[in-house]
């Protein structure tokens, strides 16, 4: 590390930048489908799984990530329940943005009026019929620029997993400058850009999925 220039710490940055991807990727995942899984049971009221998720949601909403996975990586060990640090950042991610991910879903659902269910009622539909085919398609048009704004919002959120020694992009630009504060500047910059060559790709990706939605839509 003495030897260093800036140059070399693009390889670093690099993998530490694909580490980061690939964590945010499989947490949005898990994180989507919880969140769907989750709407679905409060739109119907489920008696006993209403209040538990009720009560996920405000936990994880009103508590830091980064106090979450400090408890999971060094506090479950305790009691012989022990997590690598890629599976804790996934865990943890993946329950914090299905909070999020529920609470978006489930308003969409929301904007459902009555009359549609009662349609889709009178026309023999089955539950799973009516959720595949009227009330998914019109909650994810109405909740999918909050599922967007959650999914990057999940990506920045990874760089909190430094407490737990995920060698993500951040928890590498801390272990550098602090043996070389002579490269704060240029580690300084390569998080920058390696933040930015995540999220300009994943925010457009983003915008054509919603454009897309929107103009099935509305045709606008």
Do not use: W
Request: charged share 10%; hydrophobic share 55%.
């Amino acid at each position: 590390m003495e030897n260093y220039s800036a140059f070399d710490l693009i390889p670093i940055f690099a993998k530490a930048s694909a580490t980061t991807l690939m964590v945010a990727s499989i947490s949005i995942f898990f994180a989507f489908l919880i969140g769907l899984l989750s709407s679905i049971a409060l739109f119907y009221n489920a008696p006993v799984l209403k209040p538990a998720i009720r009560a996920y949601v405000e936990f994880f909403r009103n508590t830091p990530s980064l106090v979450q996975a400090y408890f999971i990586f060094y506090g479950l060990p305790k009691i012989s329940l022990q997590f690598d640090s890629y599976t804790c950042s996934i865990l943890v991610l993946s329950l914090l943005g299905g909070a999020y991910m529920c609470e978006a879903i489930h308003s969409g659902m929301k904007a459902i009026s009555a009359n549609q269910l009662e349609l889709a009622k009178s026309m023999g539909l089955s539950r799973f019929n009516t959720i595949i085919y009227l009330i998914l398609p019109q909650a994810l048009s109405t909740s999918i620029a909050a599922v967007n704004n959650n999914s990057i919002f999940l990506t920045k959120e990874v760089s909190a997993m430094k407490i737990i020694l995920l060698p993500e992009i951040v928890y590498q630009a801390f272990a550098i400058i602090s043996l070389r504060a002579d490269l704060t500047l240029p580690v300084a910059a390569l998080t920058i850009i390696s933040y930015l060559l995540i999220l300009l790709p994943m925010s457009y990706l983003f915008s054509r999925i919603e454009r897309k939605i929107r103009f099935a839509e509305f045709g606008v």
